[in-house]
């Protein structure tokens, strides 16, 4: 099932708050800066929640 966040991955490396890739999600600058350095984590993976995954969650690659 894609979302909003999925999609958003498929162009990634053309985002201008995009970190880094790590192995299992892409690390984001929040687009509101509340606070100062606030990031966020997409995982791979969807689900509507991360305790949704499994304990020892990989992605298939
Ligand atoms: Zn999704």
Redesign the pocket.
């Known amino acids: ?7 958003n ?1 498929k162009n990634i490396y053309q985002d201008p708050y995009f970190i880094m890739e790590l192995q299992t999600g892409y690390v984001i600058l929040g687009w509101f800066q509340r606070f100062k350095g606030y990031t966020v984590f997409n995982c791979k993976e ?2 509507p929640e991360l305790y949704d995954l499994e304990r020892n969650f990989k992605v298939s690659s």
Do not use: I, L, P
Request: glycine share 10%.
């Open positions: 099932m894609a979302c909003k966040m999925c999609e991955q969807h689900g």
